[in-house]
């Protein structure tokens, strides 16, 4: 069983930033970010996979940057010039897998607030 820690969550004026982290207690193959909105289905933010390729939602590109450290088995999201509707949970999300199979993990999630 992977357990993750996150951090970083707050409050921040539009136009600012945040910086997400989170640490699994283990190894893992692809980490990333998902958030959810009062009253909307969780969306993935950001993805990286073990060897460093990421994927990026569209309303976040050139906004958000995703990087890991594998020593650490930590994996970071940098959210620059921040909007109100990044405003949601986010929830940190890893799995292992295997020849025969995968496991997800998820964060208890970290709030995010960004006022206009």
């Known amino acids: 069983q992977v357990q993750l820690a996150e951090s970083g969550g707050g409050l921040v004026q539009a136009g600012g930033s945040l910086r997400l982290s989170c640490t699994a207690s283990?190894?893992?193959?692809?980490m990333g970010w998902y958030r959810q909105a009062p009253g909307e289905q969780r969306e993935l933010v950001a993805s990286i996979t073990g060897g460093g390729r990421t994927n990026y939602t569209d309303t976040v590109k050139g906004r958000f940057t995703i990087s890991r450290d594998n020593a650490k088995n930590t994996v970071y999201l940098q959210m620059n010039s921040l909007k109100p509707e990044d405003t949601g949970v986010y929830y940190c999300?890893?799995?292992?897998?295997?020849?025969?199979?995968?496991?997800?993990?998820w964060g208890q999630g970290t709030q995010v607030t960004v006022s206009s």
């Open positions: 283990g190894i893992t193959n692809n």
């Open positions: 999300y890893a799995d292992r897998t295997g020849r025969y199979y995968h496991l997800d993990y």
